[in-house]
């Protein structure tokens, strides 16, 4: 069992910055694919981007690709999504997964284990 809890969701102006956190419960992080998505109020759950279990390997959505940095902390068993130049249709609640192996992906079917949620609002 893995238990993801997000944090660092707020509201910041257009143009601004964010760094989320996921902190995972459990001694096997390591041994999870972890992945950010996100769901605005109405749309579907849609994939951010995905770091494999040694963080050598990322993949991002093309809406977020160039403005978003994702990155893991084995360590400390936290994952990070770090998003800069930010937008109103960034706009969402934003999910934390994990997928157990070595490689996550896009689809929101593939992920094992998911976290409540945090909140970003970007005003215009």
């Known amino acids: 069992q893995v238990q993801l809890v997000e944090s660092g969701g707020g509201l910041v102006q257009a143009g601004g910055s964010l760094r989320l956190s996921c902190a995972a419960s459990g001694r096997t992080f390591s041994s999870y694919a972890m992945g950010w998505f996100r769901q605005a109020p109405g749309k579907e759950r849609e994939f951010v981007a995905t770091i494999s279990w040694s963080g050598g390997s990322t993949y991002y959505a093309d809406s977020v690709k160039g403005r978003s940095i994702i990155s893991r902390d084995n360590a400390e068993n936290t994952v990070y999504l770090q998003m800069n130049s930010l937008k109103p249709e960034d706009t969402a609640v934003y999910y934390c997964?994990?997928?157990?192996?070595?490689?996550?992906?896009?689809?929101?079917?593939?992920?094992?284990?998911w976290g409540r949620g945090t909140q970003v609002t970007v005003s215009s």
């Open positions: 997964a994990a997928r157990s192996g070595p490689i996550g992906g896009s689809v929101v079917a593939l992920y094992d284990y």
